[in-house]
């Protein structure tokens, strides 16, 4: 079954809308970064405080590399913001499933970030600033590893959800004519 693959910025919507996509094609979704809080048992931040970045990164790395495995139903994979930083990253994702860039602008994502005191690279005097330095950097990884690109803009979940099924269908990886998921039962 396929492998829904998303990347892009911290505040992207990689695990929101990845929710929804998922929910919507009635596959199992995980988040990545959420995986690797309940194996580290602390929080990303708090293990970043502790090992740093690097150590940090290795665990990423190590996760990606099970989460990318053939899954044996569909799967919708949000990553870390930072997990293209890592080129066995970068390739187990393409390799693996379809890769989609949720593409913010920095002062988007500026936007919604602001009050967030749980993303470890942004506790610092000018998130803004950090936010365009890191844009700068990873944009040509991310779309180094995109096989789709989706401007996330203004946007609300649904739209884009729609936005990705739609391109994903027209390449052909999704099945047109496919069932949407039953709705969850609410009991």
Known sequence: MPLICLVGMPGGGKSTVGRHLARHLGWRFVDSDADIERRLG??????????GEAAFRDVEQQVIAELTAPPGAGLVLATGGGAVLREANRDALRR??????????PEELFRRLRHDTQRPLLQVRDPLKRLRDMHHERDPLYRRTAHYIIETGRPSVPTLVNMILMQLELAGVLDPHRAPAAPASSH
């Open 96 to 105: 693996s499933g379809t890769v989609v860039y949720l593409r913010s602008t």
């Open 42 to 51: 602390t929080s990303i931040s708090a293990y970043f405080n502790e090992h």
